[in-house]
């Protein structure tokens, strides 16, 4: 007599504790909206109706750093607002994570100089890095679902 003949039609689930955690944490990321520059319309046209970030949990771009764990830096840091960045970063709950939306939060793009940090990374740790001058929607997409994909194969051992 086979667990099918016991379980009926009811069915069973078997999965590991990470599997579920690590699902809960793909589905319900709240972004925090921080957008500095051109990449931030293209930031909110992945919100609008076309693209439709909503399919991914995310509802809408949070203002508070208190209640979000995904930070979407989308344009160029300056110097002055890099200690502003750190703070909103420290203020997130854990697990946080971060993606760098477009040339100029990546490497600074085309702004080679003393004013523009050469990369969100100097002042924050980076997941995932969103190519182009101004990244598509559908870029700021395949971001996430790398940092899904990200996400999902966290062990236990990483969660300290």
Same mark, same amino acid.
């Given at each position: ?19 579920? /955690?690590?699902?809960?944490? !793909?589905?319900? %990321?709240? @972004?925090? *909206?921080?957008? +500095? ?35 979407? /830096?989308?344009?160029?840091? !300056?110097?002055? %607002?890099? @200690?502003? *960045?750190?703070? +909103? ?13 477009g040339d100029c939060a990546s ?27 101004? @990244?598509?929607?559908?870029? +700021? ?20």
């Amino acid at each position: 007599m086979g667990i099918e003949q016991k379980a009926g039609n009811l069915g069973v689930v078997t999965t590991t504790l990470e599997q579920v /955690v690590n699902w809960s944490r !793909t589905n319900s %990321m709240w @972004p925090m *909206l921080f957008g +500095l520059a051109c990449c931030a319309i293209e930031m909110m046209g992945a919100q609008a109706a076309t693209y439709d970030m909503s399919r991914f949990g995310m509802e809408l771009m949070r203002a508070s750093p208190r209640q979000s764990d995904l930070m979407i /830096v989308a344009g160029r840091v !300056t110097r002055k %607002m890099a @200690p502003v *960045l750190r703070r +909103l970063y420290d203020q997130m709950p854990d697990p946080k994570w971060v993606v760098a939306m477009g040339d100029c939060a990546s490497c600074g793009g085309i702004f080679n100089n003393y004013a523009i940090v050469q990369g969100v990374d100097e002042i924050v740790p980076v997941d995932v890095y969103v190519a182009g001058c101004p @990244p598509r929607p559908e870029a +700021l997409i395949h971001g996430i679902m790398t940092l899904h994909e990200k996400v999902r194969k966290e062990k236990l051992s990483q969660w300290t």
